[in-house]
């Protein structure tokens, strides 16, 4: 049981070395009121400070089980067993008056995402060092995190009575699994505070980031203008971007960035945006920004990420192959060997290249790796690319059907179209209603001929997505080219133009179909259309068959000459040639 009197409390951390975890509900926002390096995300980021020293304790004798349950706290902390470490000083304080034991049960409680337990090792902790500021900290962050808002106001009070420029942002550290309306409701708490505490920079600016995330920017913006006039911070000046973007107001986000920036040329959060923004909206002068970031943060990951991946954009693979390199050993491994890879594709180094796509290991990168792969193993090392395709179908269960259409690419890529098909069926059999698996497997089977496959496959993907414009228009094109249900072929032909009307391919079809249904002038427009968007050998021969048939023989053989040209083996020119008896 706990002593009712204080001046008998078991008063012993100080037997042990103190730990800068007792700091922990000390902790800033990465997006707070100070400067930090982080990368900004949400406003509930945690960054764990170092502790000043802590007062000394006067000792006091230990009875055998608590000194005994302190050695394997202390133990159990040192090796980072946090959760154990968590209940051994989760008892201590049960039976304890020690300030320093209800300190260092809020604060691994909090490292273990325990805001319930650690509510309530705060609330013994203010009532035993009442005059402490981290003390209601570490209960304003709990209690905030639990959705207790009555407790967590008072807390909030309290730490501000003690400390008028108190950093109350820093107690959203657990909310951000509110949800938005509960993020509102929280704002107001810290909204209400503000007529008490006029001066507090971080109240608006706390209120701000709630009501950010919970995607009200006009108030928020309204709020963080406010904590910036009290004190014009970086990481308010950071927020004010973030809802500059997400109103849309792109020029003023760029004028603000810039400006911070320049005005805090040391820190690496506001670069990291900066490095950002100038990659995302493609700024004129990006390369030379993006350089001038590096030059100035050459080990901050996000920096060197993006001008590697401008530099790649650029074609400067020399400088994106040393900038990747640079990040195998980071966050962004999978991202730097998949680039790194590309890069030894365009320099014909193959080998090394699959080396690099084989240190991928988790999507999103893993697929395209794997789609790299295939290009460079499909002819020689096909047993090889089967066993890891058939690995990564294990592993990446949710990328099954994307897999199988890979292995089928292989297969294609080969000249071995039946197989294609074959293993698209097995893909099938997992997935029988994935409209890519079909819509791939007609059109390898219109390709060799199965048009019964093809026309049975399409019409299925009809019936999963009826708007699926690219089966409505391979479908439409498929029986006008056979002179087959040519009504309902124009009816699908035109489904498709609605909902794609840039695409060439369908102005295409629409132009073939309308020479099957005999309306030569309007066939004749729409293909001229389609080729004026898509040089293309197989329009230019649709071209030239409807203008031979209304007797323009000369400029029908130019676009026929043309479709040769571009494809020499042009099945559509040569089809062309064949039925007309044209010599060129």
């Known amino acids: 049981m706990k002593s009712a009197h204080t001046e008998h409390r078991s008063r012993f951390i100080h037997v042990l070395p103190s730990l800068a975890l007792a700091s922990l509900v000390l902790s800033g926002c990465a997006t707070g009121m100070t400067a930090s390096t982080e990368t900004p995300q949400s406003s509930q980021t945690a960054v764990i400070e170092p502790e000043s020293a802590e007062p000394a304790i006067p000792a006091t004798p230990l009875d055998g089980q608590s000194f005994y349950q302190l050695l394997l706290a202390e133990i159990a902390t040192n090796r980072g067993e946090f959760g154990t470490a968590t209940e051994l000083y989760s008892h201590l304080d049960n039976r304890t008056d020690d300030p320093q034991v209800a300190r260092r049960a809020s604060a691994l409680s909090q490292l273990i995402n325990d805001y319930s337990r650690m509510q309530t090792h705060a609330q013994h902790w203010v009532e035993l060092e009442p005059e402490v500021p981290e003390a209601w900290q570490g209960l304003a962050v709990s209690s905030l995190a639990n959705g207790d808002f ?27 699994q509110l949800t938005p309306q509960r993020q509102i409701e929280l704002a107001a708490v ?11 920079a971080a109240l608006p600016y706390g209120s701000a980031s709630l009501l950010a995330d919970a995607g ?22 950071l927020l004010a971007y ?35 923004f100038a990659y995302s909206q493609g700024m004129a002068d990006k390369t030379e920004v993006l350089e001038s970031l590096f030059n100035r943060f050459p080990n901050e990951p996000l920096i060197v990420r993006t001008f590697a991946r401008e530099s790649f954009e650029a074609g400067d693979y020399d400088t ?14 999978d991202e730097a060997h998949y680039y790194l890879g590309r890069i030894n594709v365009e320099y014909a180094r193959p080998d090394q290249a699959a080396n690099h796509f084989l240190e991928v290991q988790e999507p999103p990168f893993v697929i395209s790796a794997l789609a790299e792969l295939t290009e460079l193993w499909a002819a020689d090392n096909l047993a090889e690319l089967q066993d890891l395709l058939a690995q990564a179908r294990t592993e990446f269960p949710q990328q099954n059907a994307l897999i199988w259409r890979l292995e089928a690419g292989a297969m294609r890529s080969r000249g071995e179209p039946e197989r294609a098909i074959a293993v698209l069926s097995d893909g099938l059999e997992q997935n029988p209603r994935d409209t890519a698996l079909l819509y791939d ?3 390898i089977a219109t390709g060799t001929g199965d048009y019964e496959l093809a026309d049975r496959n399409l019409s299925t993907v009809l019936d999963v997505d009826p708007n699926n414009a690219s089966a409505l228009n391979a479908l439409g094109y498929s029986w006008a080219d056979r002179n087959l249900n040519l009504a309902q072929a124009k009816d ?14 369908i102005m295409d079809s629409k132009g073939w179909v309308e020479y099957r249904l005999g309306n030569l002038v309007l ?32 400029e029908a053989l130019r676009w026929l000459r043309h479709a040769f040209e571009l494809n020499a083996t042009s099945p559509t020119a040569e089809g062309m040639v064949e039925r007309f008896g044209v010599e060129l």
């Open 150 to 176: 009555v407790t967590g106001e008072r807390a909030l009070d309290a730490w501000l009575k003690l400390d008028a420029q108190a950093p109350v942002e820093t107690a959203l550290i657990g909310t951000g």
């Open 320 to 333: 994106a192959e040393a900038l990747f390199k640079r990040l195998t050993q980071s966050a962004h491994a």
């Open 523 to 554: 066939a004749e427009e729409w293909l001229r259309k389609a080729l004026a968007e898509f040089d293309n050998d197989e329009v230019a021969a649709h071209l030239a068959e409807v203008l031979w048939v209304q007797g323009e023989r000369d």
């Open 441 to 443: 497997q007609a059109l």
């Open 216 to 237: 009200e920017f006009e108030a928020a913006f309204a709020q963080v203008q406010r904590s910036r006039q009290l004190s014009d911070t970086p990481g308010a000046g």
């Open 242 to 276: 973030r809802l500059h973007l997400e109103r849309n107001e792109v020029e003023q986000a760029h004028q603000l960035i810039a400006n911070l920036a320049e005005r805090f040329p040391e820190n690496s959060q506001i670069a990291s945006a900066y490095a950002s």
């Open 492 to 505: 699908y032909i035109d489904r498709a133009l609605a909902l794609e009307p840039e695409d060439p391919a």
């Open 190 to 200: 810290y909204q209400r505070l503000q007529s008490q505490y006029p001066r507090s």
